[in-house]
């Protein structure tokens, strides 16, 4: 069974928008990371913002925010005022032990964000 | 400080070839992973250490596929027989413990 799922395949936004883009996860774990990385044309993957299940407050960090919804199983990635550097693959990820352990990633398909003028 | 490294950068080799494929992770950190990442798919893991026994070598697809982590900082991951369903970009991430998991600039294989 899939456990993150990334509906969008792509995604447009201009300059200076905000944008979100959704994830979805299955697990049955109570204790569980989110993650989103982001993936340039480079090829190299860049941590951006992590969420813990126990987490009270939805994650921020700079222009990226996660909306964390436990009850739906969803941690959309929101980036405020969009940059054309922006442009780039978007992983949402799942670490099935919250924090202390070590634990393998599961990634899910991506979506591709393309920044226009 | 130095980032996650991974050499070569790009591997061309033929079916039935041997490669190694090597990480240098983040100086300090105990845990290291290979993931694997195929055109247009999300990372796929492959393996991890901690220090230097693997913990979990569950997504490492057959007999092939080997990894060693020798004195618990660079690992070689090691693929014998390659076969051309083996192209991809190999991942290498490191981390300190539970913590966030940072990423090499992968290895491109190609076989041919």
């Known amino acids: 069974a899939q456990k993150i799922t990334q509906t969008q395949p792509g995604m447009f936004v201009q300059e200076k928008e905000a944008v979100t883009l959704d994830c979805t996860y299955d697990t049955s774990d109570p204790s569980y990371g989110l993650f989103w990385y982001k993936q340039p044309s480079s090829g190299e993957m860049i941590f951006l913002i992590y969420?813990?299940?126990?987490?009270?407050q939805n994650a921020t960090e700079g222009r990226y925010s996660l909306n964390f919804q436990k009850a739906r199983k969803s941690a959309n990635l929101v980036i405020s005022a969009s940059q054309l550097g922006d442009s780039a693959m978007y992983f949402c990820?799942?670490?099935?032990?919250?924090?202390?352990?070590?634990?393998?990633?599961?990634f899910g398909t991506g979506t591709r964000l393309q920044v226009t003028l | 400080g130095a980032g996650v490294s991974q050499t070569p950068s790009n591997k061309v080799t033929e079916k039935g070839k041997y490669v190694e494929l090597r990480c240098d992770p983040i100086?300090?950190?105990?845990?290291l992973y290979w993931y694997r990442q195929s055109l247009g798919q999300g990372p796929e893991f492959l393996i991890y250490f901690q220090g230097t026994g693997a913990a979990d070598d569950s997504g490492l697809p057959n007999d092939r596929f080997f990894a060693v982590r020798p004195e618990g900082s660079v690992s070689t991951l090691k693929i014998q027989r390659t076969e051309r369903g083996d192209s991809a970009v190999y991942l290498c991430a490191s981390s300190s413990a539970g913590d966030t998991q940072y990423f090499g600039p992968g290895t491109r294989l190609t076989v041919l």
């Open positions: 969420q813990g299940s126990y987490d009270q």
């Open positions: 100086s300090g950190h105990t845990a």
């Open positions: 990820a799942m670490r099935e032990t919250n924090t202390g352990t070590a634990s393998k990633l599961t």
